[in-house]
């Protein structure tokens, strides 16, 4: 008797609860947009954590690396002002990386790694000052050289190289362009090292 009671009484508590909207008159929850905003950004942090240390073992599990960056874009966007936002944003691409080329269906990588790029895109364009950007330069870079997309790689690393001459990236990426004659395939490019090595 005392459970049926009290889960009359918790059944009560929680129809009693439900916020009404004044026009339907339906329970009415909070906007898609109130949630992430609700969504704190220790709980994000926390996912990432949990997603990059699979990463790191080479174990990541695509589903929650998949969920971080969502989470992480969302509140980004929602929280612009927020100084973890262009962080999030940076890892929410590289996140959605993984995820897409961990894929096996052609279409799928493809929109997934686009998505990744809006993710950086996104950084690049709010964020221009962020302390890191040319690291998300060369991680939108690698995504392009990843489908195939020689030209529009190229341009990105010498946006690296002309934002940022003096980092370490830009340096490196200045090298790599001479080096490569960057409108090759890495195919071709393997096989260019292979025929100075001869």
């Known amino acids: 008797m005392k459970k049926i009671c009290s889960i ?37 942090i926390g996912l990432y954590k949990e997603v990059d240390s699979l ?45 897409a080329f961990s894929t096996s269906a052609k279409e799928k990588r493809d929109e997934l790694a686009l998505k990744a790029i809006s993710y950086l895109d996104r950084l690049r364009n709010h964020y221009p000052d962020y302390k890191n950007l040319d ?30 001459p003096k980092s370490e990236l830009g340096k490196n990426m200045a090298e790599y362009i001479k080096m490569s004659g960057y409108t090759k395939s890495a195919e071709e490019i393997y096989q260019g090292f292979h025929d100075q090595k001869k």
Do not use: H, M
């Not at 009484?9 to 609700?38: E, M, N, R, Y």
């Not at 927020?82 to 996140?95: H, R, V, Y």
């Open 8 to 44: 009359l009484l918790a059944i009560c508590i929680l129809i009693s609860c439900g916020k009404k909207d004044d026009v339907t008159g339906q329970t009415a929850g909070p906007t898609p947009v109130q949630q992430v905003q609700s969504l704190a950004p220790q709980a994000v």
């Open 55 to 99: 990463i790191q073992i080479g174990r990541p599990n695509l589903e929650k690396t998949q969920q971080f960056a969502e989470q992480a874009a969302s509140y980004a966007e929602a929280n612009p002002e927020d100084t973890l936002s262009p962080k999030f944003l940076l890892q929410a691409g590289i996140c959605q990386r993984v995820v």
């Open 135 to 164: 690291y998300a330069l060369f991680q939108k870079g690698q995504i392009l050289e990843q489908l195939g997309r020689w030209k529009d790689a190229k341009e990105t690393y010498c946006e690296i190289v002309t934002r940022f």
